[in-house]
């Protein structure tokens, strides 16, 4: 398998894209991600990403069980700003932010053509996050206090595709 190089690992710097539903069916959302983490847990390579339920993303999240991120260059940032704060439930914004969605290899959520990097995701795990349980300062001045819990999402990385200035030799 294919690692990361971190320090060129853009994803949750408003780069990426989460995306989740069935290509095929014509049934899927995106949106920008901000919060997340990619690494190993239970010896499984991984991310972790954040939602909250408000999301229209989320209950493609809640009704498929694979996701796609998906890591765009620069010149996107104007559609992933779009995508970041438009919903889906208003419209087709994928079309208006001029994007292309294509099939992924390995899981049903959609990757997209313009794309520079894409992990395919199955679902594995997930929880709400609990603000009466966090015990970090900072976090709960920043998130903690929020009117609505986010879900966390671990999904099992089943494919990795991208330009080399992400990969590292594995």
């Not at 992990?119 to 795990?125: A, D, F, G, H, N």
Request: aromatic fraction near 12%; glycine fraction near 8%.
């Amino acid at each position: 398998m294919t690692t990361f190089n971190r320090k060129s690992m853009p994803f949750f710097h408003k780069n990426g894209l989460l995306t989740s539903g069935d290509f095929q069916k014509n049934h899927f959302n995106t949106m920008t991600i901000e919060w997340g983490s990619i690494g190993k847990v239970w010896g499984i390579p991984l991310v972790q990403i954040f939602v909250r339920p408000s999301r229209y993303t989320y209950q493609f999240l809640e009704q498929y069980n694979s996701s796609t991120l998906s890591c765009f260059p620069e010149e996107y940032r104007k559609a992933l700003l779009l995508l970041g704060t438009k919903s889906g439930r208003d419209g087709n914004k994928i079309t208006e932010a001029g994007l292309t969605p294509i099939a992924a290899n390995h899981v049903a959520s959609p990757i997209f053509n313009e794309a520079e990097l894409t992990i395919e995701c199955q679902k594995m795990y997930w929880d709400d996050i609990v603000s009466a349980q966090m015990s970090d300062g900072e976090a709960i001045s920043r998130f903690g206090r929020l009117p609505e819990p986010h879900r966390v999402y671990y999904g099992k990385i089943v494919a990795i595709q991208g330009i080399k200035r992400y990969l590292a030799a594995a």
